[in-house]
């Protein structure tokens, strides 16, 4: 059977992207977003990524990296919560182990505090996620916590004319129910507990008006309870990344990026491995619109 999201997906993902700023006035009461990854709400805006090669002769090669979110902002008193629909694309046929990853489903965003000094952002998820590699299909729902503090840089760039920067953790859970799965492999449930901590530095960062920016981050994630018939035998995921972007224009949706990852992603469905790229990325808002 042939991948259901092949070079048509893409090009439907791409046509999407590229229609942002107009959704966005059309339809005032919603807000869309373009990035890494629905679940991404840190103040280092993490853009999509695109690598597309369609050779005269031999397979086509991708490496996307896409979340796009299409939310509706309601107060509740004191908080705020943004809700609506989401989907996130991950292919990759250029690694050592490929990645072929979709989702879609709901998302709810939570503000809570004073954004200017000290707030709280929790943030639900319920999702389908199909791994195209392993032909495998999950129900995935998540809740999770990040902080924002003014006065400890955290998701509030701190420093002087020549550098700024700022850190920020967020932890929570996910539940993961495989539905589906090929005749001759069981399904059943993952239980994990994550932590992610991240910066975000910008050298030069006055003359270069914030153009250049420097993320490392990592992540790990820690099953807490699984089904035996599984038998997945680790039970601690890491995932290590540094991201250089180079962000275009006065506005900053575009840039070009290199990454570095180092590990697995059990949540994106991305195997153990490590690799460098190069990338066109795409940020929506923009992170200076």
């Given at each position: 059977?042939?991948n259901?999201?092949?070079?048509?997906?893409?090009?439907?993902?791409l046509?999407?992207?590229?229609s942002?700023?107009?959704?966005?006035?059309?339809?005032?009461?919603?807000?869309?977003?373009?990035q890494?990854?629905i679940?991404d709400?840190n103040?280092a805006t993490?853009?999509?990524?695109?690598q597309?090669?369609?050779?005269g002769?031999?397979e086509n090669?991708y490496?996307?990296d896409?979340g796009?979110?299409?939310?509706?902002?309601?107060d509740?008193g004191?908080a705020?919560?943004?809700?609506?629909?989401?989907?996130e694309?991950h292919?990759?046929?250029?690694?050592?182990?490929?990645?072929?990853?979709?989702e879609?489903?709901?998302t709810a965003?939570?503000e809570?505090?004073?954004?200017?000094?000290?707030a709280?952002?929790p943030?639900?998820?319920?999702?389908y996620?199909?791994?195209?590699v392993?032909s495998?299909?999950?129900?995935?729902?998540s809740?999770s916590?990040?902080?924002?503090n003014?006065?400890?840089a955290i998701?509030?760039a701190?420093?002087g004319?020549?550098f700024k920067?700022?850190w920020q953790?967020?932890?929570?859970v996910?539940?993961e129910?495989g539905?589906k799965?090929?005749s001759?492999k069981?399904?059943g449930?993952?239980?994990?507990?994550?932590?992610?901590?991240?910066?975000?530095?910008?050298?030069?960062a006055?003359?270069?008006?914030?153009r250049?920016?420097?993320?490392?981050?990592v992540?790990?994630?820690?099953?807490?309870?699984?089904?035996k018939?599984?038998?997945?035998?680790r039970?601690?995921?890491?995932?290590?990344?540094i991201?250089?972007?180079?962000?275009l224009g006065s506005?900053q949706?575009?840039?070009?990026?290199l990454?570095?990852?180092?590990?697995?992603?059990?949540?994106?469905?991305?195997?153990?491995?490590r690799?460098?790229r190069?990338?066109f990325?795409?940020?929506?808002p923009?992170p200076?619109?």
């Amino acid at each position: 059977m042939k991948n259901p999201v092949g070079r048509r997906g893409i090009v439907i993902l791409l046509l999407a992207s590229c229609s942002l700023p107009v959704m966005g006035q059309d339809a005032s009461s919603w807000e869309v977003h373009l990035q890494q990854s629905i679940s991404d709400k840190n103040s280092a805006t993490k853009p999509a990524a695109f690598q597309l090669t369609f050779p005269g002769k031999g397979e086509n090669s991708y490496a996307v990296d896409l979340g796009l979110t299409a939310l509706r902002p309601s107060d509740f008193g004191r908080a705020q919560w943004d809700w609506g629909v989401a989907a996130e694309y991950h292919h990759n046929t250029l690694l050592d182990r490929k990645q072929d990853t979709r989702e879609i489903g709901f998302t709810a965003l939570g503000e809570y505090g004073d954004p200017a000094t000290i707030a709280w952002l929790p943030q639900v998820i319920a999702k389908y996620k199909y791994d195209g590699v392993k032909s495998t299909g999950s129900l995935v729902p998540s809740a999770s916590m990040t902080l924002t503090n003014f006065a400890s840089a955290i998701g509030f760039a701190k420093g002087g004319p020549g550098f700024k920067f700022f850190w920020q953790p967020t932890l929570g859970v996910e539940l993961e129910d495989g539905v589906k799965a090929p005749s001759a492999k069981p399904t059943g449930q993952v239980s994990r507990a994550f932590g992610h901590l991240e910066a975000a530095l910008y050298p030069a960062a006055e003359l270069l008006k914030n153009r250049l920016e420097i993320v490392p981050g990592v992540t790990l994630w820690q099953d807490f309870a699984k089904s035996k018939q599984l038998g997945i035998a680790r039970d601690r995921h890491v995932l290590r990344t540094i991201s250089v972007n180079y962000y275009l224009g006065s506005d900053q949706m575009f840039s070009l990026g290199l990454d570095y990852v180092n590990g697995e992603d059990p949540s994106q469905g991305l195997p153990e491995q490590r690799y460098t790229r190069i990338a066109f990325k795409v940020a929506y808002p923009p992170p200076n619109g």
